[in-house]
């Protein structure tokens, strides 16, 4: 069973430009977060998704980034006209799924991180 | 929100010695995990561990949950341990520590 993907490794942008990044989730997982880590920082949340819904927003900027998370294919989080101050690793994680109704997930597994480098 | 602080900040060991790493809340929390980065940025998970002790090898790992604390017990420390140590909760709201980080030397 393969592990949380995540593509690229590495982006560089110009300021200015787009950036996508994307998440497979494991196998069998049907929620997926995505967290920013700036260097020398620890790990922010961004959003919570499941498939075609977003759960949990609250730690996304409110301009210039998006996530999606479609019936079929990757979870894509989509930085547009990026600026320096986007540099940093983005991690995907996913659960495969809540326990019960209105409690927690469970343990995430986390990707390898995609590095964006704005220049 | 929560506030998750973690300590010490730095640690540096000698090969070979223990370590206990701690993790406060100042909440109650009920969804707790612990991760390694490595030094080449993989995350790795720990534990998930909302109360009680858990152990895998040398690790091992304690939350008391009533009063808002895990510790991270790392024995016979091997400079692989060396890397950043976060705890975090992930639950419904997610929150993580700003890690403590651990050099082992040979």
């Known amino acids: 069973n393969a592990g949380v993907m995540q593509n690229p490794r590495h982006l560089v942008r110009r300021r200015g430009q787009e950036a996508r990044l994307r998440c497979s989730p494991m196998k069998g997982h049907s929620h997926v977060y995505w967290y920013r880590q700036l260097p020398e920082e620890g790990l922010k949340f961004m959003v919570y998704?499941?498939?075609?819904?977003?759960?949990?927003e609250s730690g996304m900027p409110k301009e210039r980034f998006s996530a999606e998370f479609p019936k079929e294919g990757p979870s894509i989080l989509r930085i547009q006209q990026v600026v320096r101050g986007d540099s940093a690793a983005y991690f995907c994680a996913s659960s495969p799924r809540v326990t019960e109704a209105g409690s927690l997930p469970e343990t995430q597994y986390f990707g390898p991180g995609t590095r964006l480098l704005v220049l | 929100g929560i506030q998750v602080e973690q300590s010490p900040p730095d640690l540096i060991l000698q090969e070979g010695a223990n370590s206990t790493l701690r993790c406060n809340f100042s909440?109650?929390?009920?969804?707790l995990q612990w991760f390694h980065q490595n030094p080449w940025g993989q995350l790795i998970n720990l534990f998930y561990i909302p109360s009680g002790t858990k152990q895998n090898g040398r690790l091992s790992a304690t939350t008391v949950a009533t009063e808002r604390y895990s510790l991270l017990y790392i024995s016979s420390s091997q400079t692989t341990d060396s890397g950043v140590y976060f705890c975090a909760h992930t639950g419904n709201q997610f929150y993580f520590g700003t890690g403590t980080s651990l050099t082992v030397i040979p």
């Open positions: 909440d109650s929390v009920n969804n």
């Open positions: 998704l499941q498939k075609e819904n977003i759960i949990d």
